[in-house]
């Protein structure tokens, strides 16, 4: 009744409506803790079935395939699978078996995709075992302990129908204490090539065979007449030698048909470590010791070379990638790509004996846009090899086209297959990851041919520098396809040239569409500005040396190695590189230096002020200018100018001083600037400034001088004056003496006569004993010393100088 006059529009009471209220209330509660307890007891059924599925072993037998062999078999062929199980549950597996299955033909090549993604996964479609004759059995597997198994089948027994590719898998079936009845507890699926006979058209298929490397060698070389080379580190001997990445590339490549695709770089890294070369340890080097390495390795290089294609990158392989993004507005960047070009012919085939071709550009993992495209084609190369995941089919083909589409101006893109090329990518360091990588490929590449009856070129473009295992699955894939039924080996230059498909895609793609993963590893703007920075001091030094050739080629092929791939990830190595180039060059330039000068003082008019210029460089230096500038030519002039400029020239080792004019104007302190220039007017280091004080002579300066001068002229008068009456007394005495003697005369022609005058001659005597002891009278004090000997009384000769 009450529910009646409700529903009729009634008003009820308010108890009536307080007790429908709690009525439904107490109702719902059950229902509302039921809904709230429902997602965590979904949790704890999930967890629950987790441990169930841990517990019971579902899934928890890791099969690996080692080996498949042959891995496109034929008509008449076995089958050999080898590999191990291992039981990673918690519960022994027991009454276990190891049985081959094969799924149906495959007839896409999105399918063989599919099947690699999910190889391991117990959930989807599964075919039966082909025979139980052809399994292996183990009655338990122990948790933790891995078994080996190996299972050959003939060819036939596999029942394969039509040419195809078809699953082919390998499963683990057995029994747990949790579950005890047969079930499949692992499997590995992987793809068995099926083509008996030799294909009506067969595609055509390019490999190429990088051999790219990092940067090994600084710009440092030593300062003797070979210029003995510096590494960074002893990585590229350890690359090289047997085992290493490089020495495996070498062996393995020299017996496939494929195109080698080099870095110069590396080919004059190795061949520098065949004679003397330095590796730094820490602040210092020390000798290098893998000369014979170096060698042995180019000699196989040149034996696995021989009459086979090589295409030179330029030199350093250059980020034509990271450029065309970050540096064409960088002044000077593009012709660093230019440079690494031109030098590659001399030094490819200088070292292999073969000349390369060097028209093709290989961007970062092929990726290309319309901006890539000009930059790579700017150094010369009309070839651009691409990948076709970033010239994408936009027609819907069904099949894959043909590699060369023609993209305008004359360029060629060369288009990879993208699932061919980046078959080898990731860790193949097991033996199972590289079989599973080697039968993708295979299937990937008769897919591809399976696809049309349409004669196709197909160029596969792995990464640049495989690991060794990666070069080892790369060989196993392409010796089994050279030996196979549907394909035949090309090189790039035909596969370049050959028809394009007139429906291919030829839109290269805009800037935007490149991939940002990429993009986040390319050098940055400051990479090229800093290089140009460099390239802007190298050519400052190189004008003033007399052989440039020592420091250009150092480094300009240093220059080039800054804008490396290898750099691409590694921003902090790549920085270092950058630094340690510009701080060498720097230390090079300043063994050129002019001589730090302290104050000078000028006391007069005019003076002369030397400059010297030192040079520390084993060659010599010039012609420079060197220029010697006053800031307040108002007080002092340089040769009559506010400065003065002279050419110099200095020899290795040695310093040369150049001596200014100066004259001063007024009193005070002047400064002076000298700096060196090129002969194109670029200053060169660093300008040497000084003071020169200028002191005035004065009025008493001048007083003492005058004093000085007048004594001295009045010691000569007073000296002059005494010799000349010395002279005048020496001829009066001669004169008194010539008197005396001719009175003497007379005497004694009388004594003559007398026999009995004894006396007479004794008189004679005394006189000329008088007379020479007047001449020999001592010398006063203010006389002169005389220049010449003691004169004599006797008259002097003719032509003798007499002193006055």
């Known amino acids: 009744m009450a529910e009646a006059a409700d529903f009729q529009g009634t008003s009820a009471s308010p108890a009536r409506r307080w007790l429908r209220r709690t009525t439904a209330l107490l109702a719902g509660a059950p229902l509302l803790a039921g809904v709230v307890q429902l997602p965590a007891a979904g949790t704890a059924h999930a967890e629950e079935a987790a441990t169930a599925r841990a517990d019971t072993g579902a899934g928890s037998v890791a099969v690996a395939v080692d080996s498949l062999t042959p891995s496109a078999p034929t008509d008449g062929d076995t089958v050999t699978v080898s590999g191990t199980v291992t039981n990673n ?39 039966p075992e082909i025979d139980d004759k052809y399994t292996e059995k183990f009655s338990k597997l122990t948790p933790g302990v891995a078994e080996h198994f190996n299972i050959s089948v003939p060819v036939d027994d596999l029942n394969l129908g039509d040419d195809g590719v078809y699953e082919f898998a390998v499963s683990l079936s057995g029994e747990t204490s949790a579950q005890p009845w047969e079930r499949m507890l692992g499997i590995q699926r992987t793809f068995l090539p099926w083509r008996p006979d030799e294909a009506g ?32 580190n002893d990585d590229l001997a350890k690359e090289i030698s047997p085992g290493g990445r490089l020495n495996q590339m070498v062996t393995l490549g020299k017996d496939l048909d494929v195109t080698w695709v080099v870095d110069p770089d590396l080919l004059a890294s190795v061949d520098a470590m065949t004679g003397s070369y330095r590796v730094r340890d820490g602040d210092r080097t020390t000798a290098g010791t893998h000369q014979a390495i170096a060698k042995q390795w180019l000699a196989d290089l040149q034996d696995a070379v021989a009459d086979k294609e090589v295409v030179a990158l330029p030199f350093a392989d250059p980020d034509v990638a990271s450029l065309a993004h970050n540096g064409t507005d960088v002044a000077g960047s593009l012709s660093q790509l230019k440079e690494a070009t031109d030098v590659v012919d001399n030094t490819v085939e200088t070292i292999l004996h073969v000349k390369p071709n060097t028209d093709f550009a290989w961007p970062v993992e092929g990726a290309v846009d319309r901006s890539i495209v000009k930059v790579a084609t700017s150094a010369g190369a009309d070839k651009v090899i691409a990948r076709s995941d970033s010239l994408q089919e936009t027609n819907g083909l069904p099949y894959t086209p043909s590699a060369a589409r023609p993209i305008g101006g004359g360029t060629t893109a060369v288009v990879a297959d993208d699932r061919l090329s980046t078959a080898f990518e990731g860790d193949l360091t097991t033996a199972s990851a590289s079989t599973l990588a080697v039968q993708r490929f295979l299937a990937q590449s008769l897919g591809l041919e399976l696809q049309t009856d349409k004669q196709r070129s197909v160029v596969i473009a792995p990464q640049r520098m495989p690991s060794g295992s990666q070069a080892r699955a790369m060989a196993e894939a392409l010796r089994a396809l050279q030996g196979g039924t549907w394909s035949d080996s090309q090189k790039l230059t035909a596969a370049s040239a050959a028809k394009p498909d007139p429906d291919a895609a030829t839109t290269v793609p805009g800037t935007s569409s490149y991939p940002s993963a990429l993009r986040r590893k390319e050098l940055p703007r400051s990479a090229f500005v800093e290089s140009t920075r460099t390239q802007d001091a190298l050519d400052s030094f190189k004008v003033v040396l007399s052989d440039p050739s020592r420091v250009v080629t150092p480094f300009g092929r240093a220059l080039n190695r800054e804008m490396s791939v290898s750099w691409r990830g590694r921003a902090a190595e790549a920085k270092s590189f950058r630094d340690g180039v ?41 012609p420079l200018v060197l220029r010697l500038s006053s800031t307040n030519p108002t007080r002092l002039e340089i040769d009559g100018a506010d400065y003065e400029e002279q050419p110099i020239s200095v020899s290795g080792g040695h310093s040369q001083s150049v001596k200014f004019t100066t004259s001063a104007k007024a009193n ?72 005396s003697d001719s009175g003497e005369s007379e005497a004694s022609g009388n004594s003559e006569d007398d026999p009995e005058n004894p006396e007479a001659p004794e008189g004679r005597l005394t006189q000329e004993s008088g007379a020479q002891a007047r001449t020999g009278d001592p010398e006063q004090p203010s006389d002169p010393t005389p220049d010449t000997a003691a004169e004599s009384a006797d008259p002097s000769g003719t032509g003798e100088r007499v002193d006055r």
């Open 582 to 622: 510009k701080t060498y060059l720097d230390g090079l330039s300043g063994r050129v230096r002019l001589i730090d000068k302290s104050e000078t003082k000028l006391s007069g008019r005019s003076a002369t002020i030397p400059v010297t210029v030192q040079n520390n460089l084993v060659q010599d230096v010039g």
């Open 668 to 739: 005070g302190r002047a400064t002076v600037i000298a700096q060196l220039y090129t002969k194109d007017g670029r200053p060169y280091g660093q300008p040497v400034t000084f003071d020169v004080k200028v002191t005035e002579i004065t009025a008493t300066v001048m007083l003492v001088i005058g004093g000085g001068v007048l004594l001295l002229v009045l010691a000569g008068f007073r000296m002059y004056t005494q010799r000349k009456r010395a002279a005048a007394r020496a001829a009066e005495q001669a004169e008194a003496g010539e008197e």
């Open 201 to 232: 058209t067969k595609t055509r298929t390019t490999a190429l065979w990088p051999l790219v490397s990092t940067t090994h060698m600084a710009a440092e070389t030593g300062p003797n007449e070979e210029q003995t080379p510096v590494f960074l």
């Open 89 to 127: 549950g918690r519960q022994a597996v027991t009454d276990a078996h190891v049985g081959l299955r094969v799924g149906p033909q495959m007839d896409t090549r999105s399918s063989v995709d599919a099947i690699a993604k999910d190889s391991d996964d117990l959930q989807g479609s599964v075919s």
